[in-house]
């Protein structure tokens, strides 16, 4: 069964992790830097553990060195995400990456991958709208200036803030003042939690943090008051199961908590994460979800429904993707 040409919207993707190790190898040689160990004899991305999956992310990044490079990406990401069917995406970008942090070359970084995003909705019917996301282990300072970066340039392209990186690194109250700023600016928010740390960690995040929605969450399933409470709440969580089981935090997509969290009335999405990194598309994490859990056409609208209501867009765009 193929579910390729049904409509989805994907709430939870890193852009350069999203990048295609064929682009990535590519520019390397264009660049002159040799990070030729990233890859597999195959071409394909390889790392240990998920630590050292951020380290060899950050190598991948490290090629991407201008706002061009941003805009070839963004196309090459679009071109990925149109043909598995998504035809709305929201992607994290880091002013960490683009720019570092400095809000005259973030502007320009910007305009660039707003401009590819046009061309990509022009031509493929896809929607995109970007989360800035400071990474975690690069530390609560860098964070506050990736929050002012975030802040200034709010508005139809830029809807949302969250946090990726490092989940054992800082705790969520030493990144208030970088989210309060950008919940000022108006930006929706989203935080990483409940992947590489457990419940506690999803508690604190809300408690501290209050995001309306939590990038991965699915450790919530260890502690079955806390997934009453998101369920209560409305928290909506950005699963990646492909994400998850190529990381080692479950052995196969049937053990994987998405099932057992729906069931229990929490509002799942489903998202890839970083595709090639997982060898996964939208188009599979679907298809494997339908032969894991059987579940049918109803189920997936309903996904698609939780992340229309839980997108950062603007009601025009939502009400157009409706
Ligand atoms: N950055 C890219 N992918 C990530 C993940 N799965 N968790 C945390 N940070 C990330
Ligand atoms: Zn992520």
Known sequence: ?????????????????????????????E???????????????????????LKVYEAATSVLQS?????????AVLEECAAS??????????????GGRDLV????????????????????????????????HFGPDKAKEAARCAAETAGRFVTGFGIAGDEKV??????????????EAGLGITAHAGEWRGPEHIRATLKALNPTRIGHGVRAIEDLALVDELAERGTVLEVCPG??????????????????????????TVSTDDPPFFHTTMAREWDRLHDAFEWDDGVFATLNRTALEAAFCDADTRQALA
């Not at 709305?88 to 990456?97: H, I, R, V």
């Open 85 to 98: 069917g998504v035809i709305y995406a929201e992607t994290f970008l880091s002013p960490d990456f683009c």
């Open 67 to 75: 706002p061009m490079d941003y805009h070839r990406l963004t196309l």
């Open 105 to 136: 070359a973030w502007r320009d970084y910007l305009a660039a991958i707003e401009d590819a995003a046009a061309q990509a909705e022009a031509e493929l019917g896809i929607t995109l709208r970007a989360i800035v996301t400071p990474i975690r």
């Open 31 to 53: 660049r002159k830097v040799d990070i030729s160990g990233i890859f597999d004899e195959r071409g394909h991305y390889t790392y240990r553990d998920f630590w050292h999956f």
């Open 243 to 268: 994400s998850n089981i190529a990381l080692g935090l479950y052995p196969d997509w049937r053990s994987h908590p998405i099932g057992q969290l729906y069931d229990r009335g929490v509002k799942v």
């Open 170 to 183: 800082c705790e969520p109250e030493d990144f208030l003042w970088a989210f309060d700023c950008a919940r």
């Open 1 to 29: 069964m193929s579910l390729k040409s049904h409509p989805k919207l994907e709430l939870h993707l890193h852009l350069e992790g999203a990048a295609p190790p064929a682009f990535i190898r590519g520019l390397s040689q």
